[in-house]
Structures are given as C-alpha cells and as structure tokens.
C-alpha cells in the first residue's frame, strides 16, 4: 500500500505563486513515476507536470514556463512550484504515484486563483 499527503494549496490571486507538496509513505521501491494532476468542476482529470519512469519531466502546455515540478527521492516528495497563476489554474490538485502500473492517488487539495 502507498499513501500520498498533499499539502500546500489555498487562496490566491491572479498572478501569485503557491507550493504543493505531496509526501508519499508505505511500499514504496526505487523511484516510482509521481506527479500531479488537476481537475476543475465540470471538467476531467488532466495531467499537470510528472515525472516519468526514466526521471524526465513532463508538463502539459497550459502550465509551461509557470509551474515547476521537482522532487526529493530520499523523502519520497515531489513538490509543484506554481508561479503566475491564472484564474484558470483554479481546480482540485491530485498527486498520483505508479507503481508496477497501478495508479496511487492522494485526497487533493483546492487552488482557488481569484481576485
């Protein structure tokens, strides 16, 4: 079992920064694929910023040269730097694990970007 705790989101207005953390603990092997994903109300899932199996990242477009994803392999935590926020960055924040291809996922946390 693995288990992902994020932390980090809240109230911010359009062209602010916040961190997300995510902490993951249990069965956990190597340097699993982890990353985050968002989705706002009304809309699905989507993919934010991960890393991938060999260690590269990957961002979706809409998030490019604002959000930065890194992590700290002997804490097991990735984080999400999210600068110059926009109203549309505004959703709930997953962060998502694989191992041997079963996907973990933590309870979210809001990013509310408003003015």
């Known amino acids: 079992q693995v288990q992902l705790v994020e932390s980090g989101g809240g109230l911010v207005q359009p062209g602010g920064s916040l961190r997300l953390t995510c902490a993951a603990s249990?069965?956990?092997?190597?340097?699993?694929?982890m990353g985050w994903y968002r989705q706002a109300p009304g809309k699905e899932r989507e993919l934010v910023a991960t890393?991938?199996?060999?260690?590269?990242?990957n961002y979706a477009d809409s998030v490019k040269g604002r959000f930065t994803i890194s992590r700290d392999n002997a804490k097991n935590t990735v984080y999400l730097q999210m600068n110059s926020l926009k109203l549309e960055d505004t959703a709930v924040y997953y962060c998502?694990?694989?191992?041997?291809?079963?996907?973990?996922w933590g309870q979210g946390t809001q990013v509310t970007v408003s003015s």
């Open positions: 998502n694990l694989n191992k041997l291809g079963y996907n973990y």
């Open positions: 890393f991938t199996r060999g260690g590269m990242t």
């Open positions: 249990g069965s956990i092997f190597g340097i699993p694929p």
